[in-house]
Structure formats: C-alpha cells, structure tokens
C-alpha cells in the first residue's frame, strides 16, 4: 500500500519569505499524480498544486512550486512571499494513475508570522 | 472550479440515532465519489470509494454497517452514520471527480460535515 509522509507538523515561516514543505511516498508504481492541499480554518480541502509523475518538469503555480524528485520519491512544496493567508495546513497526497482513491499524509500545520 | 456541497455543514444528533450527510455535485456528473473522515488535529482517511449505481467499497477496518453508503444518482452520494455514538463523533468529508474524464482529473473537495454525537 502507499503512505505518504509529512515529516513536519508544524512550520513557521515570517510573512514575505520562503518556506519549504517536505512530503515523502513509497509507492511501487511508475504512474501516479501527486497533490499538495491546503486546509484552513475552514476546513475546505483547496488544490494548491499537482504534479505527474511522468513529467520530469516541475509543477509552479504563481508562488508556489515544487520539488519533485520521483527517485527519491520526495515531493516537497515551496511557497514564496509568504503571505499571511497561506497559514493553513497543508496535506500531501498520493494517487494512483489506475486507482480512484487518494492518499494523505498526516500534514503540516504552517504559521505565517507577520 | 467545479462545487462538492456538502449538508449539514454540522449536526450534533443524540447517541442511538441516526444521521444521513449529503454530498452533491453542483455543476458536474460525478460517477464516483469518496468519503473521508478526519479526527482532530489529523489527516484525511478514506473510508470508502461510492459508486453511482453500485455497492460503495469500504476501508479495511470501516464498519459497511454503521457507515452506510448510497449513491443513487450521478450527482448525490450520502453518508448514513446508523445507530451513532459518542466515538462517531469526526469531522466527515466527501470528494467528488467528474464522471466520463480520465484518472488524471482531480477531484473536488466538499466543505466538510462536522457530526458531534452526544
């Protein structure tokens, strides 16, 4: 079965810089999609990003991008200009290109500090 | 994006009794839809995949009985906690991906139910 691991349960990052997010699988597959989710207060799953594993080419939207390294099955999420409303958690996922389900890791509580 | 509504948002129902959760997909056909719990401070964990038409497959370890599952259109999936207790009590998420699209389509997510049982 695959896991997915978040090695971080909380972050903190000062408002206006970077930080990184780490998130490892173990998956026996060559085809799988891989996701980053925000969850604020809320509690609404938002898609941050998603990367195929086929594409070597890393996934970027606007401020956030990641770091795909499918040998060492590691998909870490990098988020710039950090801004007070990216404080969240935020999941990893796993997801089979042949199978439905979805997989999360146990996420990461990110504190953006002004 | 397309919209997952979920209702209630939150019910708080007494221990013995039963409490259904809707999952409804606004603006698309969902052929199947995911239903997830999550206990405070933790992750999403799948408790069972539904598919329209059909018998939802459960988790290992999710009770079919307690938890059960109906999804009898393209657009609705509900949740039935039967016979509810105390230790029921989570925060319930359902996840619907657009029918007749690849795997590759994500899926979108509802707001979430958060069900206290008392």
């Known amino acids: 079965a695959q896991t997915v691991t978040q090695s971080q349960p909380e972050m903190s990052v000062q408002e206006a810089e970077t930080v990184t997010l780490s998130c490892t699988y173990d998956?026996?597959?060559?085809?799988?999609?891989l996701f980053w989710y925000k969850q604020p207060p809320s509690r609404q799953m938002i898609l941050v990003i998603r990367?195929?594993?086929?594409?070597?080419q890393n996934a970027t939207e606007n401020r956030f991008s990641v770091n795909f390294q499918k040998a060492a099955k590691s998909f870490s999420l990098k988020i710039s200009d950090s801004q007070l409303g990216d404080a969240a958690m935020y999941f990893c996922?796993?997801?089979?290109?042949?199978?439905?389900?979805?997989?999360f890791g146990a996420g990461t509580r990110l504190t953006v500090k002004p | 994006g397309a919209v997952v509504s979920q209702h209630p948002s939150w019910v708080i129902c007494k221990s013995g009794t039963s409490v259904k959760i809707e999952c409804r997909s606004l603006?698309?056909?969902?052929?199947?839809m995911f239903w997830y719990r999550q206990f405070p401070k933790q992750s999403l964990m799948l408790m069972a995949t539904?598919?329209?038409?059909?018998?939802?497959?459960?988790e290992q370890g999710v009770e079919k009985d307690k938890f059960l599952i109906n999804h009898a259109s393209l657009t609705l999936s509900t949740l039935t906690v039967t016979s509810a207790h105390p230790e029921d009590s989570s925060f319930y998420i359902c996840?619907?991906?657009?029918?007749?699209?690849?795997?590759?389509?994500?899926?979108?997510f509802g707001q979430g139910t958060r069900l206290t049982v008392v």
């Open positions: 998956t026996s597959e060559s085809d799988y999609y």
């Open positions: 996922a796993y997801r089979s290109a042949w199978l439905d389900d979805m997989r």
């Open positions: 539904s598919n329209e038409g059909s018998k939802a497959t459960y």
């Open positions: 603006d698309f056909q969902a052929t199947t």
């Open positions: 996840s619907a991906r657009p029918g007749g699209t690849g795997l590759d389509t994500e899926a979108f």
């Open positions: 990367q195929e594993a086929y594409k070597q």
